[in-house]
């Protein structure tokens, strides 16, 4: 499918009125979505005799929805489609690390990964796990850390 000419190429800084805007439709769309697993129906109206009926993922739904609350906050958006085989910078970018420490992390066997032509490709799925490990190895420290202060009254 191709994008349409409006396409965004760089965040654009939204104004008074998008954020105002942004706040109410993404309250609005985040009580409509609560509970919703599954694809939504949207009606997109242009005026009162024209108009369809929009079938939407959940996936997109929750994307459309942090696009709103960013917005809302004044922040600018950008949404940057991956491929399922990640570069290095791509695959740092994912996990906020440097691209040294990613060299690191694939030579120690931390992320797996194979060589085309000469360059070092992860798969998406293999990152976003190893993120999602790191994140779990973190809390779990700092559940430690708390549960020590608390041990030793620094903590209430």
């Known amino acids: 499918?191709?994008?349409?000419?409006?396409?965004?190429?760089?965040?654009?800084?939204?104004?008074?009125?998008?954020?105002?805007?942004?706040?109410?439709?993404?309250?609005?769309?985040?009580?409509?979505?609560?509970?919703?697993?599954?694809?939504?129906?949207?009606?997109?109206i242009e005026d009162?005799?024209?108009?369809?009926?929009?079938?939407?993922?959940?996936?997109?739904?929750?994307?459309l929805l942090e696009i709103l609350v960013h917005t809302a906050k004044g922040k600018p958006v950008k949404i940057t489609p991956y491929t399922r085989e990640l570069e290095i910078y791509q695959a740092a970018e994912i996990l906020g690390v440097s691209d040294r420490y990613l060299w690191n992390l694939l030579d120690s066997g931390e992320i797996p990964y194979k060589i085309v032509r000469n360059t070092r490709r992860m798969l998406y799925e293999d990152v976003i796990n190893y993120k999602k490990q790191m994140r779990a190895e973190q809390m779990k420290g700092m559940d430690e850390l708390v549960a020590e202060s608390e041990a030793i009254g620094l903590y209430d």
């Open 48 to 63: 009162e005799n024209n108009g369809k009926v929009v079938e939407i993922p959940a996936l997109a739904m929750q994307l």
């Open 1 to 44: 499918m191709k994008l349409p000419k409006y396409r965004i190429d760089d965040p654009i800084l939204p104004s008074e009125s998008d954020i105002d805007l942004a706040q109410v439709s993404s309250e609005i769309l985040a009580e409509y979505l609560q509970g919703k697993e599954k694809e939504s129906a949207i009606a997109l």
